[in-house]
């Protein structure tokens, strides 16, 4: 027998609002509260909150009735109200602090459309959201109501994604692009699933945490029109977890939506393990996968949010093997600068040598294994996948140092640096290559 299920407890000032309103998306959308009057028939606000409230130029407000609801009226950190709304803290510049910490805009072809790895491309559908986080990673473009992306925008990412044809997978995000009109929205997603090498389109979304009363049977027949669909949700705090999140995640999965979620680590709020590790077990109990742990991006606005990056590897320590494989989520810093996503986790290899390596365990229980003496190579000339493997031009990375016979890397102007020999010296343009039969540099020529 499952435990009743009671809806989640309103704030008093909503108590007569009728069901049907209160359950009603749009009604949610527009009585969101974004004002000291709005916030303080809610709950006091402290100095801080009232200050970043009355700034000039603040980043966009707007909680929906049911998200602040959630919100402890009493507890001025709670972990809810710091995600919504604003602080002085918020006013504060930092060391490293950038407007687009991703280089995003100069990752984009068309406006909106961010081109960063190989096969996948981002496709920013709208500047709104249902709720604003404080420490949004795209402030500098979400929020504006006057301008966000129009038809004529989605035509051009839409051009750029049918002409270039190694894109196989397509994200949505934004802004939510969940808040766009369902009409819109089925529009965009039917251009997509008419692009023959798009063989996947993902939604990321913070609707169902902000408006779970968005995800109706309308908008689920939709999405599934689409598959193979995927979506990821963004919960930060075991408090999100409601049984109104968890009848939205319901209705998705029944949809046949392989659902995921994205937090962010933000001090003070999630900067915990046994928060985190309740965070993740609820999720996995409403069926969503931990996808990313994100490190805090060097935004404009979000300094007071940062942790240091060890707490983030302290909380991965924390997760695996303490509880389910599939609960622990991979921690990621964001590259500055436009870099893609680096994971980072615990070391848990010890040691090695030629024919043994030393490994620990989450309970620092230290085992060895015994490498293969022999092992025939896998045969590169006889793999069909090896064969059609398409090369990706200076992306190779260091995985091309492995599967090729590429020898190295440099850093743009070392080859200036390391010239001193003064120019008789030229380079080959073979001498980035191992010569075959394992005849290394240096070695005579036979
Ligand atoms: C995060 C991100 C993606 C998707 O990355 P995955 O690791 O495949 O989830 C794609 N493009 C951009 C620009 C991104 O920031």
Not at 252 to 268: C, T
Not at 276 to 285: A, E, I
Not at 308 to 322: M, Q, T
Request: proline share 9%; charged share 25%.
């Amino acid at each position: 027998m499952s435990p009743a299920k009671f809806p989640s407890k309103r704030a008093p000032v909503f108590a007569d609002v009728p069901d049907e309103k209160w359950n009603d998306w749009r009604w949610q959308l527009s009585h969101r509260l974004n004002s000291v009057d709005d916030f303080e028939k809610v709950f006091p606000l402290t100095e801080s909150e009232h200050k970043a409230l009355s700034a000039a130029d603040l980043f966009r407000v707007d909680i929906t009735p049911y998200f602040a609801s959630l919100i402890n009226p009493d507890d001025p950190d709670d972990p809810i109200r710091k995600q919504v709304i604003p602080t002085a803290g918020e006013i504060v510049p930092f060391t490293g602090m950038m407007e687009d910490s991703l280089a995003e805009d100069r990752h984009s072809p068309v406006p909106g459309l961010v081109h960063r790895y190989p096969d996948r491309v981002l496709m920013l559908v709208t500047t709104q959201c249902a709720s604003y986080c404080r420490y949004c990673t795209r402030s500098r473009i979400v929020g504006d109501p006057s301008s966000t992306f129009s038809r004529s925008d989605y035509e051009a990412q839409l051009d750029y994604i049918r002409k270039t044809p190694q894109v196989r997978d397509v994200l949505l995000s934004g802004g939510d692009p969940l808040t766009l009109a369902p009409k819109v929205l089925e529009e965009l997603l039917s251009k997509l699933r008419d692009i023959p090498h798009v063989e996947i389109v993902r939604i990321g979304s913070r609707v169902p945490v902000f408006m779970p009363q968005r995800v109706t049977d309308e908008l689920t027949e939709i999405l599934q029109k689409f598959h193979p669909l995927w979506l990821n949700i963004h919960v930060n705090h075991p408090n999100e977890i409601t049984v109104e999140l968890e009848e939205a995640c319901e209705k998705l999965s029944r949809a046949g939506i392989p659902l995921g979620n994205q937090s962010v680590l933000l001090a003070g709020i999630n900067d915990c393990p046994h928060i985190q590790k309740q965070l993740v077990q609820d999720l996995v109990r409403i069926r969503v996968r931990p996808y990313y742990l994100y490190q805090c991006d060097l935004v404009d606005g979000a300094g007071h949010f940062r942790t240091p990056v060890a707490k983030g590897i302290e909380i991965i320590e924390a997760l695996r093997g303490h509880t389910s494989g599939f609960a622990v989520p991979t921690f990621v810093v964001d590259a500055p600068g436009g870099g893609g996503k680096i994971p980072l986790m615990p070391n848990y290899l010890v040691s090695m040598s030629d024919h043994k390596i030393i490994l620990r365990n989450y309970e620092g229980y230290i085992t060895s294994y015994e490498e293969p003496i022999v092992y025939q190579p896998h045969d590169p000339k006889t793999c069909r996948f090896c064969q059609s493997r398409r090369l990706e031009p200076g992306q190779q990375g260091v995985s091309g140092l492995l599967d090729s016979d590429q020898m190295f890397i440099k850093p743009e102007g070392f080859d200036l640096l390391h010239n001193r020999g003064g120019g008789q010296h030229r380079l080959r343009a073979d001498e980035n290559k191992w010569k075959p039969l394992g005849i290394g540099p240096g070695d005579e020529e036979s």
